[in-house]
């Protein structure tokens, strides 16, 4: 049971942009004219194109939220009720802090004197159960 997001558009020249269907389904048809509609790219440089924004319906805790004003509105109650804010981190700073912390681990590893095969080492004995820093034995999880 796969999905899929397409434009849609039908014979009398009504578009939907994003619809979400099941791809065994088919399109389903137009909400307005009831006639059958097909698959298409909404032409960009109309005037309704530049009212459409890239946001998507949202679930999060099993809760859908539906505008970008919604979600704003639930983060503030959030903040408000715990005193922590939901945070939105984009791929790029995703990625710096993948790359901050695989630093620090480098760092912390150059400190100790490891380089990279003695981590490799160390690694391969962990996996087997043993912990050279520590020098303790462990069962690995079956």
């Known amino acids: 049971m796969s999905f899929i997001t ?14 979400l269907y099941r791809r065994s389904e088919g399109p389903p048809p137009c909400p307005e004219c009831g006639k059958a509609r097909k ?4 032409p960009r440089g109309t005037s309704v194109a530049s009212t459409v924004g ?12 539906e505008t970008r ?19 939105e981190v984009s791929n790029s700073d995703r990625h710096e802090r993948a790359d901050f912390h695989k630093h620090r681990a480098w760092e912390a590893r150059r400190a100790r004197g490891i380089d ?8 391969r004995e962990r996996n087997n159960g043993y912990d050279p820093i ?7 999880p079956q």
């Open 116 to 123: 990279s095969q003695q981590w490799a080492e160390i690694v």
């Open 6 to 19: 397409f434009d849609l558009n039908c014979e009398e020249g009504h578009w939907e942009i994003g619809v």
């Open 69 to 87: 004003e919604d979600w704003n509105a639930y983060k503030a109650v959030v903040e408000r009720n715990t005193g922590q804010k939901i945070v």
């Open 39 to 42: 698959n298409g790219w909404y």
């Open 54 to 65: 890239m946001w998507k319906p949202l679930t999060h805790d099993g809760v859908t939220y």
């Open 134 to 140: 520590s020098g303790r034995h462990f069962r690995r």
